[in-house]
Nanobody, 115 residues
Framework: QVQFVESGGGLVQPGGSLRLSCAAS????????MGWYRQAPGKQRDVVAL???????NYADSVKGRFTISRDNAKNTVYLQMNSLKPEDTAVYYC?????????WGQGTQVTVSS
């Protein structure tokens, strides 16, 4: 069973920065992609960013230019650097890893942007 350790969430003022990390362990397969989704109260879970094994990335339009995703393949760890945070970025952020045919989810970390 894949296990995750997520960290880096918290409370930050508008315009501030946070860096999320997600380390996956007990990986018995080749990871094709890693990334982050987020879910605000009363809303569906939406993709924030993903990074493929070759390094290509995709971002939600709402975070382009503010968020940067990266990964350390040797450590099976994915990072999300979040800058210029806005109140609308408030959500639970979930990391994921993709194996052939299945997606595994982390437990989520809360990010709150408020003054």
């Amino acid at each position: 069973q894949v296990q995750f350790v997520e960290s880096g969430g918290g409370l930050v003022q508008p315009g501030g920065s946070l860096r999320l990390s997600c380390a996956a362990s007990k990986i018995g397969f080749s990871i094709s992609a890693m990334g982050w989704y987020r879910q605000a109260p009363g809303k569906q879970r939406d993709v924030v960013a993903l990074i493929r094994s070759g390094g290509s990335t995709n971002y939600a339009d709402s975070v382009k230019g503010r968020f940067t995703i990266s990964r350390d393949n040797a450590k099976n760890t994915v990072y999300l650097q979040m800058n210029s945070l806005k109140p609308e970025d408030t959500a639970v952020y979930y990391c994921f890893v993709d194996s052939p045919g299945r997606r595994y989810w982390g437990q989520g970390t809360q990010v709150t942007v408020s003054s």
